[in-house]
């Protein structure tokens, strides 16, 4: 007996005949060989794996229009060259997507020996951290910054401040004068100038903070230079005295030198003030324990002294046009580069005017 396919006629598979199989699926591992990137091998599947138009997949519909003896026979057929084709295309893209990423790691690589192309970051100067901390100390309690210019007329610089002509400060040693000489103008040696003309142009009660630049007639040395900073403040009320002038500078003092630390006014003579006083603060290192000495802050005085204060002299209210019988006041000054100098242990004053930004940076960018 033959065998039943061998008795029926010769049945034409079409796509599935097995010449034409091989066909597809070597075209498609020819097109899965030569795609060279991931967008060629993606263009590949849709034309020859298993987009809707690929060979194989036609071919695959025409699976159920054959008679049922031929339908399993194809179907192997077909299933064993879709599998060879996929397998391929698997492998292919295995290898693509490595060398992919090993292109982009070769293109994103970073040098890092290569010099950096990026400006190295700034810092705002010291005495202007210092200045601006504490002028927010006494914006807090009240006051409102005043500024005034650093060419001032000598009547604000010192005779509206009770410095007669003959004062010895006023001397063309200690003064930079500016030309000509009749002019009377000069670069201001204080900032108290800047009181002044709160005064003359503000309502009362006047409670005003001036930080500023101001100039001697120095040379230049560890110590000493012939501009530094000052901050003053004036407080010019009804019955303001001496113990308001006190609670101020204990708060000032604190947020300078920090919390906990006594503060005493020792007697002193200044111009504009009556009476006048030294301020001077515990020392915040050693805190004048005699057991934490050598110290180098305060040179085992247990003080630092801060700056000079007082009450204000009734003369310079009357120039400034104040009744010194309804109205009293207190004035407070010091310098920021001594303060400053004494808070980081700055050794050189030189060290605020070279510029260096490395001397800057360790203080930080903000107050
Ligand atoms: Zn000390």
Known sequence: MPAPNETADPVDLGALDP??????????????????DLAALSAVRTAHVDGQQAPLMLARRELGALPREHRAEAGRAHNAATAKVRAAYEARLVELTARRDAEILVAERVDVTLPVDRRRRGARHPLSLLSDRLTDVFVAMGYEVAEGPEVEHDWFNFEALNMAPDH???SEHDTLYVEPAASGRLL???TSPVQIRSLLSR?????????????????IDATHSPVFGQLECLAVDEGITMADLRGTLEVFAQALF??????RLRPSFFPFTEPSAELDVQCFACRGDAARQPCRVCSDEGW????????????????CGVDPARYSGFAFGMGLER???TRHDVREIRDFVDGDVRFGLPFGSEG
Do not use: K, Q
Request: positive net charge; aromatic residues 4%.
């Open 258 to 263: 920090g919390s906990g630390l006594s503060t």
């Open 304 to 319: 630092i002294e801060a700056g000079g204060c007082g009450m204000v002299d009734p003369n310079v209210l009357r120039a």
């Open 339 to 341: 303060a400053a100098m």
């Open 168 to 170: 010895p400060a006023r």
């Open 188 to 190: 201001r040696t204080h």
């Open 203 to 219: 309502p009362l009660p006047v409670y005003v903070v001036c930080p500023g630049r101001t100039y001697r007639n120095d040379t």
């Open 19 to 36: 010449g034409r199989l091989d066909g597809a699926a070597a075209a498609a591992l020819a097109a899965i060989a030569g795609a060279d």
